[in-house]
């Protein structure tokens, strides 16, 4: 599984190939975005924080408006959770540690102010298919009457499909690329179930707000 770090390696890899493939594109039909993205999900939640990349190919129907074709990639990481309970003949401990991969596809609708401008105003809503591979393991182990049972399995996450909402600041950088800062927030329509050891552990969900950092590139 891919550290943050190495995504972070990766995405700003991809920003210089893409800065070099402006420099030579001549007709401007549509953007190219890609940039790193920060998730903090609410402090109730399964989840400790996360972060990814993400890229759009943004196709602008007139000056205003256009919908976007998106894929992102990003690591979320469990909220540690160790419980022990001790009686005078018993020992019970549980833990929960690990992180997922969610890997999303999906759409947008778009609005930017005037195109023309070096500093724009864009708002995105969208739906995202998100397919969640867990490696989110838990931990179970009880010494008592009837002997001791120990387990140590990976906890199961359904994909889910999230809503998006967000806005951003364009700042053109030079006339094929431009520099945005975004905020949003997603919220987790199908609130995946999370199963261990055949037993359901009942919803998670992957609402959170998200901060981006994007290059723009037009062609």
């Known amino acids: ?19 070099v493939v402006c ?19 609410k402090k109730d939640m ?20 256009g919908f976007g074709v998106v894929a992102a990639y990003d690591t979320w990481k469990a909220r540690t959770e160790i ?18 991969s969610v890997t999303s596809l999906g759409a947008s609708l778009l609005y ?16 995202r298919y998100a397919l969640v591979d867990s490696s989110v393991y838990g931990e179970a182990a009880y010494d008592g009457p009837g ?6 399995e ?3 996450i359904d994909d889910t499909v999230l809503f998006v909402v967000g806005a951003g600041v364009e700042f053109e950088v030079t006339k094929d690329i431009a520099l945005i800062l975004g905020l949003g927030y997603q919220i987790d329509l199908k609130k995946p179930e999370e199963t261990f050891a055949g ?10 707000v998200k901060y981006g950092l994007s290059l723009t590139c037009k062609f």
């Open 1 to 19: 599984m891919k550290t943050n770090r190495q995504i972070l390696t990766y995405t700003l890899a991809g920003i210089m190939i893409f800065g």
């Open 23 to 41: 420099a030579g594109a001549e007709e401007k039909s549509f953007d190219l975005v890609t940039g790193y993205h920060w998730l903090s999900p």
């Open 46 to 65: 399964d989840w400790k924080d996360a972060s990814g990349i993400e890229m759009q190919l943004r196709f602008w129907q007139s000056e205003h408006l």
């Open 83 to 100: 419980t022990e309970e001790e009686g005078v003949d018993s020992y019970f401990y549980t833990s929960v540690f690990g992180d997922a």
């Open 112 to 127: 930017r102010s005037e195109s023309s401008a070096s500093v724009k105003l864009l708002l995105d809503i969208g739906l």
């Open 147 to 152: 002997g001791p049972n120990y387990f140590n």
């Open 154 to 156: 990976k906890i199961d």
């Open 199 to 208: 037993e359901s552990l009942g919803e998670t969900g992957l609402d959170a």
